[in-house]
C-alpha cells in the first residue's frame, strides 16, 4: 500500500467533455506538504484543483487522499463529503452574507486538526481583514474578497487545501507579506495544500515542490530548485523565461565550445558523448562582467530591474544573450557600446538538451 | 447523468405543466366540426384583423407610456418624482376588465361624465358630444392602462443598473438627453423591455374579459365561442396553438434582430446610484403632467369612479357578502400562491444541480402554459379530466374522480398552477441567475449537502425575489377572471367573478362595490410589497 498521503495517478483531467491535462501523476508524500502547479492561463490547472475538489469527475485513473479512494472512473466522493476545501480564484463569497458570516461558515466544519484549531481571530490577523468583517461581498475590493475567501477556506482546516491563483488580486505590495504569513500558517496547522499559480516566484517560495503542466502534460514535477536550475525539457526553459539555448559542441568531459563565446567550462548534469552537438542553456546570472576581457560583445538593450540590471548582447552570429549585472556596478554600459564577458566562462551546472 | 429525488421532482412538476400544452398541440391530429368551414366563411378574417390590430396598439401604447414614465422617474427629479416612482405601479390593481367597465361608466350615455356637466352647467343635451370609448378602442385603452405596468417595472429595473458610466460617455461624446435615450439608454435596456412587452402580449391575446365586456370579436372570442356554441375543443385548441405561434414568431424575430449584442456588462464597481437630472420650468411640468396623466387615467379614475357609484349605490354593499368573498378571494391567492412558489423553487432547484438538457428543455417547454389563454386551459382540464374518468378511472370500477377536480378549490388551484408557473418559474429563475455556481461549489466544499445549500444558501439569499415573485402571482390570481368562472365551486365566488357576473347582467352599478374591493386588496399588496417590486435597494 502507498504511503503518500495525497496521490494522483494516471488521471485524465477533463472538463465539458474535453480533456485538458493528461496522463497525470505526482504525488504529495507527507501531510502538511505545500506544492504548487505552474503553467499558463487556460492550461487546465483550474480543472485539476476543481476535479481534485470533487466538482469535475474522471474516466481513468485514481485520486486517493490519506490512503482512501476519492476518485475514479467509478467512484467519485461528492465535494461535501471529501473534506478538501478549494479557494476559487474568482470571488466566490455568499453575497448575502457579510465576510464575517461567510468565514464563520466555514468555521462550522471546523474541526480540531493535529491537536490546534484556528480561531477566527487568528485567521483574521493573519490576512488583515477586521476592517472588512461587517461588509457585504459587493462592498469590499477584488483582493479583499480574495482574502476573505481564503480565510473562509484555511478556518475549516481541511484534510487537503487547493489555492487557486489565491494572491493574483492582492496588491504587489501587500503580495509578499501575505505569502510570508500563509507559509506560516500552513507550516503550522500541517494543512497540506495545492497552489496554483502564474506566478513562478510565489510558486518557488510557498513550494516544497513545483509541478510544471505545458501542452496537456505535467511537464515536470520537482524541488523548486531544481525545476529552476535543472528544467527537463525546452518547454519548461521556455515557460520559465529563465535564458536562452545556444548550440554548441562537447568538447572534454567538462567543457563545451560555442562559436561565439569560445569554451565554457563546468559540471554536466547528465553525460554527453565527446563531439556531440547540443543546445546550451544559457541563464542571464552564467556569464560575469569584465571591463578588461577581450571577449566584447555590443550591447542592444539594457532593463534596470532594481537591484540588478539585463544586459542583451549581440554576438557575431546575431544571437542575443542576456546578462545579469547588479545595479551597483559603477560602470554602466549604453546600448552600441561594447560589453565585457570575464574569461574562461564557468557555469555551476550545464544544462544541455 | 445522475437521477436523484430533485431530478425526479423536477420532471414530475415540468411533465406535468406541460400536459396541456400537448393537448393543445394533439389537437391537429383530431377531427373538428363544421364550425371551422363556417368561421372561415363568416369571421376568422375579422378575428384575425382584431386580434392583430388589438395587439400591436397595445403593445405601442405600453411601451410609450411604461418606457416614457420609466424614463423619466430614473434620470429626472421633477416634482412628486419619488411618489410617481411606485405610483405608477399601481395599475397592476385594476384588472382590465374593471377599468372597461369604468370606461362605460363614465362616458355612456347619462353616465358620470354627462352628471359632472350637468351639475357643472346645468340640464342640456351633453351625451352627443361626450366621447365613447368603447369597442375596439376600448378594449385597448382598457388593457393598456392596465399593463403598461410590466414594461414599466422591467424597463426601470434595467435603467437603474445601467452603469453611470454609460450615461458620462454619452455625455463625453456629446450626445443631447434625446440621443442618449435613444442611442445608449434604450438599447441597453432593451431586453427588459421586450421581455415587458412579452408579458402584455401574452396577456393581451389571452385577455378575456374586457373583450367580452365589449363583444369584439378576436382569436380569443373564437376559441370562447368554438367551444361554447360548437362544442368543438379540437378547432378551440387549435386556434390557441397558432396564437402561441404567433406569439413565438414575434420574439424569434425580435432575438434574431439582436445578432450578436450584448446588453450588460461585467462589472466589478458594484451599484453606483445615478446622478438624477434636475429639472426646471416647462420641462419639470411636461414631465410632472405626464407622470400624473399616467397614474390618474391608470388608476386614480378607475378607483374614483368605482368608490363614486359605491357610494352613490351603498345598498349594493350591504347586498354583498363582503367577508365571504375576502376570505375566498384570500383562500384561493393564499393557496396557489404557496403551491406555486414551492413547485418552482423546487424545480429551479432542480435544474441547476442536474444540468441535465432533458430537463431543460421540458422546463423551457413547461413556461408556456402563460401563453395559452385561461379559458383553453380551464377547457383542456376539464375534457382531459372527462376522458380519464370515462377511459380509466370508470373502466377500472372506481368511483368518478370528476366532483375532485371540477367544480372544486383542487381543480382550480391545479389550472391557477398551469396558468401561473411560468411567472413562478422565470421569476425565482432571475433570482437565481444572480447566485453564481461557484457560490454552490463553495458551500458543497465546506460540507454542507444539496438540501442544506438550498435551504441555507439559496433561499435566504432569494428571499426578496421570492416574495416578489409571490406578490405578481397573488396579484394576478385576485383578478384572475376565465379559469375562476370556468372551474369554481357552485355557489363559490369572489370579488372578480361577482363583478363580472354583475357586469355581464349590465348591472355596472352593482359590479362597482366588488370591483372597487379588488382593487383595495391588490393595492395594499403592492403597497407592502412595492420595495420588493421595484428593487430598488439603495432607496
Known amino acids: 500500500m502507498s504511503k503518500n498521503f495525497f496521490e494522483i495517478e494516471d488521471v485524465d483531467f477533463n472538463v465539458g467533455g474535453k480533456t485538458k491535462v493528461k496522463n497525470v501523476s505526482f504525488s504529495i508524500e507527507n501531510e502538511g506538504d505545500v506544492i504548487c502547479l505552474l503553467g499558463p492561463s487556460g492550461i487546465g490547472k483550474t480543472t485539476i484543483l476543481r476535479t481534485i475538489a470533487g466538482l469535475e469527475k474522471i474516466n481513468k485513473g485514481s485520486i486517493k487522499l490519506n490512503g482512501k479512494l476519492i476518485s475514479s472512473k467509478k467512484i467519485n466522493i461528492e465535494p461535501e463529503d471529501r473534506n478538501v476545501s478549494l479557494a476559487f480564484q474568482d470571488n466566490s463569497l455568499f453575497p448575502h452574507y457579510t465576510v464575517e458570516k461567510n468565514i464563520l461558515l466555514g468555521a462550522e466544519r471546523n474541526k480540531e486538526k493535529n491537536g490546534k484549531k484556528i480561531s477566527l481571530k487568528e485567521i483574521v490577523d493573519l490576512l488583515d481583514i477586521f476592517h472588512i468583517l461587517n461588509k457585504y461581498p459587493h462592498e469590499i475590493s477584488a483582493g479583499e474578497a480574495q482574502r476573505a475567501s481564503l480565510a473562509r477556506s484555511l478556518i475549516t482546516q481541511p484534510d487537503l487545501l487547493l489555492l487557486d491563483e489565491p494572491l493574483s488580486n492582492v496588491d504587489q505590495s501587500f503580495k509578499e507579506e501575505i505569502q510570508v504569513r500563509l507559509k506560516k500558517i500552513l507550516n503550522q496547522l500541517k494543512i497540506t495544500t495545492i497552489i496554483v499559480t502564474h506566478d513562478s516566484y510565489e510558486a518557488f517560495y510557498l513550494g516544497s515542490k513545483c509541478g510544471i503542466i505545458l501542452n496537456q502534460e505535467l511537464k515536470q514535477f520537482d524541488d523548486p530548485y531544481k525545476v529552476y536550475h535543472f528544467p527537463n525539457s525546452i518547454e519548461v526553459v521556455n515557460f520559465l523565461n529563465r535564458g536562452i539555448l545556444i548550440p554548441a559542441k562537447v568538447t572534454g568531459k567538462n567543457t563545451l565550445e560555442n562559436w561565439d563565446l569560445g569554451t565554457i567550462e563546468g559540471n554536466f548534469i547528465k553525460e554527453y558523448p565527446k563531439g556531440a552537438n547540443v543546445q546550451l542553456l544559457l541563464q542571464p546570472e552564467d556569464l560575469e562582467h569584465d571591463d578588461t576581457s577581450n571577449l566584447k560583445l555590443e550591447v542592444v538593450d539594457r532593463k534596470f530591474r532594481g537591484t540588478n540590471f539585463i544586459y542583451t548582447l549581440k554576438t557575431p552570429s546575431n544571437t542575443l544573450i542576456p546578462v545579469f549585472v547588479h545595479s551597483h556596478h559603477i560602470h554602466q554600459h549604453e546600448v552600441d557600446e561594447k560589453f565585457g564577458i570575464k574569461r574562461p566562462i564557468h557555469i555551476d551546472h550545464i544544462v544541455c538538451f | ?539
Not at chain 2, 187 to 207: D, F, K, N, Y
Not at chain 2, 251 to 267: G, Q, T
Not at chain 2, 351 to 371: E, F, H, P, Q, W
Request: charged share 15%; aromatic share 18%; hydrophobic share 50%.
Open chain 2, 1 to 539: 447523468m445522475k437521477i436523484n429525488f430533485w431530478y425526479i421532482i423536477s420532471f414530475i412538476i415540468s411533465f406535468f405543466v406541460i400536459i396541456p400544452i400537448l393537448t393543445v398541440f394533439s389537437s391537429f391530429f383530431e377531427n373538428t366540426s363544421n364550425y371551422y368551414q363556417v368561421l372561415k366563411d363568416t369571421f376568422l378574417l375579422e378575428y384575425i384583423f382584431n386580434s392583430l390590430i388589438l395587439l400591436l396598439s397595445v403593445l405601442i401604447l405600453t411601451f410609450l407610456i411604461g418606457t416614457g414614465s420609466a424614463y423619466l422617474v430614473s434620470f429626472f427629479e421633477f416634482p412628486f418624482s419619488n411618489f410617481f416612482k411606485w405610483a405608477l405601479i399601481l395599475s397592476f390593481a385594476v384588472p382590465p376588465y374593471i377599468y372597461a367597465y369604468s370606461l362605460t361608466a363614465f362616458f355612456e350615455n347619462y353616465g358620470t361624465a354627462y352628471t359632472i356637466l350637468k351639475n357643472l352647467f346645468g340640464e342640456a343635451n351633453y351625451n352627443q358630444n361626450i366621447p365613447k370609448f368603447d369597442g375596439l378602442f376600448g378594449v385597448i385603452l382598457s388593457i393598456s392602462f392596465s399593463l403598461y405596468a410590466y414594461v414599466y417595472i422591467l424597463a426601470r429595473a434595467s435603467f437603474l443598473y445601467q452603469p453611470q458610466n454609460l450615461i458620462d460617455l454619452g455625455k463625453n461624446l456629446g450626445f443631447s438627453k434625446f440621443k442618449t435615450l435613444y442611442s445608449i439608454i434604450l438599447p441597453a435596456a432593451r431586453p427588459a423591455i421586450v421581455a415587458g412587452l412579452s408579458l402584455v402580449a401574452m396577456e393581451t391575446l389571452a385577455e378575456f374579459g374586457a373583450v367580452d365586456f365589449f363583444s369584439i370579436n378576436t382569436l380569443t372570442t373564437g376559441i370562447y365561442n368554438s367551444w361554447i356554441a360548437f362544442d368543438d375543443l379540437a378547432f378551440a385548441n387549435q386556434l390557441s396553438f397558432f396564437l402561441l405561434l404567433f406569439i413565438f414568431a414575434l420574439f424569434i424575430l425580435e432575438n434574431l434582430s439582436r445578432k450578436k449584442a450584448r446588453y450588460h456588462m461585467n462589472s466589478r464597481g458594484g451599484f453606483k446610484q445615478k446622478q438624477k437630472i434636475k429639472l426646471s420650468g416647462g420641462k419639470s411640468l411636461m414631465a410632472f403632467t405626464f407622470c400624473f396623466l399616467v397614474f390618474f387615467l391608470s388608476f386614480l379614475f378607475p378607483l374614483s369612479q368605482m368608490m363614486y357609484w359605491t357610494i352613490k349605490f351603498p345598498e349594493n354593499l350591504f347586498d354583498l357578502e363582503i367577508i365571504n368573498l375576502l376570505i375566498n378571494t384570500l383562500y384561493l391567492v393564499v393557496l396557489s400562491s404557496l403551491v406555486l412558489i414551492i413547485f418552482a423553487l423546487i424545480s429551479n432547484y432542480g435544474n441547476r444541480v442536474t444540468k441535465d438538457k432533458t430537463l431543460n428543455i421540458l422546463s423551457t417547454l413547461s413556461i408556456s402554459g402563460y401563453a395559452i389563454p385561461g379559458v383553453i386551459l380551464a377547457v383542456a382540464f376539464i375534457t382531459f379530466i372527462a376522458w380519464f374518468d370515462e377511459s380509466v378511472i370508470k373502466t377500472y370500477g372506481f368511483l368518478s374522480i370528476k366532483k375532485v377536480f371540477i367544480g372544486s378549490i383542487l381543480g382550480l388551484v391545479i389550472v391557477y398552477f398551469i396558468r401561473f408557473y411560468s411567472l413562478a418559474y422565470n421569476g425565482i429563475k432571475s433570482g437565481y441567475e444572480k447566485i453564481n455556481i461557484s457560490v454552490d461549489e463553495s458551500s458543497y466544499l465546506l460540507g454542507y449537502s444539496k438540501r442544506k445549500t438550498f435551504m441555507n444558501i439559496h433561499i435566504p439569499f432569494l428571499r426578496n425575489s421570492l416574495l416578489f415573485v409571490l406578490i405578481l402571482i397573488s396579484l394576478e390570481i385576485i383578478r384572475e377572471l376565465p379559469i375562476t368562472l370556468i372551474l369554481r365551486p357552485f355557489n363559490f365566488e369572489t370579488f372578480a367573478t361577482t363583478a363580472y357576473i354583475s357586469a355581464s347582467e349590465d348591472l355596472l352599478e352593482a359590479a362597482a362595490v366588488p370591483s372597487l374591493f379588488l382593487i383595495l386588496i391588490a393595492t395594499s399588496f403592492i403597497l407592502v410589497t412595492s420595495k420588493y417590486i421595484l428593487r430598488d435597494q439603495n432607496e
